[in-house]
């Protein structure tokens, strides 16, 4: 674990330290802004403060307790009867009460509130993962919908060319009407696959600018992903002492344990120690009726144990431990629900991963062959040998293992980056994300957790996260060049477009 974990802090500098071109959005600003106002992981801060509470308020309920009580009494009818008559009356009671045994009811709710803590810093966690593989894969949405945004325009250029020199070959007799309505039905293909394609990365952009908060400039190619795994199999080993939502699951099964020992606290006599004085004050208006004078007020003080033995409640704590055991009983099938799904998420990732690296080999090849076979295709047509359609079938398998290349760059780069969350290795602290101090939510909790003062508050809540309603919304204009491997180096030149050597010419 310790040769692992060098590892990864030595992938984590790489996406610190590689460089963007001048101007570029890289990777690591749009996690580093995410962490900083994403609204889902602000929110889940606020969430575990809130958490952290249930750590005093349990506490409280061990702690002395005092009470002031303060009346006043106008009599406006006395009987004929008494012979202390009184007209009114202030009455005062201070009580102090000084929990001694509960039945280990306070003892157990404090260890379930604390043992919830630790399960929301890992749920903390699972969330920071999540926020950061929405991000990726917005961030991959766009650089892969501006490249294919990029090769349509391309293709749409392309076939308008064709399409023109196909007409003027058609005006000189050397092609016929089919050819010209053929190219004319590619171009209105490509141009509606074009406005597609830009449909899909003002969508991309717009999601980036909802995970991110900002809208997506010109974006560098991400890094290089750290100490991705061997094999599933040492995927899942990681993910199944790592992943954060398995081990808040398995802290929530614990804190559910807890949960019994307090229900069946409900049971078991509580004592308490108590003291208290009052005060009372007639106001004058004390007559004893004999004509002797008598005392107007009076103070007196009281101190005593307190012991209470439940006999009979209804049933109501055994229904309670019944359903504290239920309760238990779910969180165990949660353990295991979790851990399938991080099993299945760590073996999918995988998977997705290395058949994703496949079709980037496979794809890169077919690029460069349908380069060649386009090249061919427009010099056989040249002479003769070869058809318009032959042509326009050409540039179409070009432009699909173009597309196909790219849309599996984004998916093993994606399908990465969930492995590694998957593996519990996809969160600030592990990539390098020091562009200022990180949240620490142990910080709030030591702050919080001894606090007993009935007063004390925050600050009124404040927005953290940023709003996009300013943002312009995006459009599809393309900010970069295309990849040298996906930019068209076929000849398309006057002597291959227009047919000047063909015989017939």
Do not use: C
Request: neutral net charge; aromatic residues 4%; charged residues 20%.
């Amino acid at each position: 674990m310790l040769n692992r974990r060098s590892h990864l802090l030595a992938a984590a500098a790489i996406l610190v330290v590689v460089p963007g071109a001048a101007g570029a959005d890289t990777l690591r600003d749009a996690l580093l802004k995410a962490y900083n106002s994403n609204p889902t992981l602000t929110g889940q801060r606020a969430a575990q403060r809130a958490n952290d509470e249930n750590v005093p308020i349990q506490r409280a309920a061990g702690l002395p307790s005092a009470n002031v009580q303060g009346d006043y009494t106008e009599n406006l009818l006395n009987s004929g009867t008494n012979f202390t008559s009184v007209a009114r009356s202030v009455n005062g009671q201070a009580l102090v009460s000084l929990p001694v045994y509960s039945g280990g009811a306070v003892k157990n709710s404090v260890r379930a509130a604390k043992t919830r803590v630790e399960a929301g810093r890992d749920q903390l966690r699972s969330t920071e993962a999540t926020v950061f593989t929405n991000v990726v894969g917005a961030y991959m949405d766009v650089i892969r919908d501006e490249a294919i945004v990029g090769l349509n325009t391309q293709n749409v250029k392309v076939l308008d060319v064709n399409l023109e020199a196909t007409r003027d070959r058609f005006q000189v007799g050397d092609l016929t009407r089919t050819d010209v309505a053929q190219s004319e039905a590619r171009l209105s293909i490509a141009r509606a696959q074009l406005q597609t394609a830009q449909a899909n990365l003002i969508a991309s952009r717009e999601n980036y600018v909802r995970f991110v908060g900002t809208a997506p400039g010109t974006l560098d190619a991400p890094p290089i992903l750290p100490n991705l795994p061997a094999s599933p199999d040492s995927a899942v080993d990681v993910a199944l002492d790592r992943n954060p939502a398995l081990l808040a699951a398995q802290k929530e099964r614990d804190a559910s344990g807890y949960d019994i020992s307090v229900a069946r606290a409900g049971r078991l006599p509580t004592v308490s120690v108590t003291g208290g004085g009052t005060y009372t004050n007639y106001l004058g208006s004390l007559n004893s009726g004999q004509g002797f004078p008598v005392g107007q007020s009076g103070v007196g003080a009281t101190a005593g144990v307190t012991l209470r033995l439940p006999l009979f409640q209804g049933g109501r704590p055994g229904a309670q431990v019944r359903q504290a055991q239920a309760l238990r009983s779910q969180a165990i099938e949660q353990v295991t629900e979790t851990e399938r799904g991080v099993i299945a998420q760590a073996r999918s990732a995988y998977a997705i991963w290395q058949s994703s690296q496949q079709v980037i080999q496979s794809s890169e090849a077919a690029v460069s062959a349908n380069k060649l076979s386009l090249e061919g295709v427009r010099a056989e047509n040249s002479v003769g040998t070869r058809t318009i359609l032959d042509i326009l079938n050409a540039e179409q398998e070009l432009l699909n293992s173009q597309v196909t290349l790219v849309t599996a760059r984004r998916d093993a780069y994606v399908a990465g980056f969930a492995l590694l969350a998957a593996m519990g290795e996809a969160e600030a602290k592990d990539l390098g994300l020091n562009g200022g101090p990180l949240y620490d939510p142990v910080a709030n909790y030591n702050r919080v957790r001894h606090r007993i003062n009935d007063f004390d508050s925050d600050p009124a809540p404040q927005p953290v996260a940023s709003t996009t309603r300013t943002t312009p919304a995006q459009g599809a204009q393309v900010t970069k060049s295309l990849d040298p491997m996906l930019e068209s180096d076929v000849d398309r030149g006057a002597p291959l477009t227009t047919g000047e050597n063909a015989p017939n010419r």
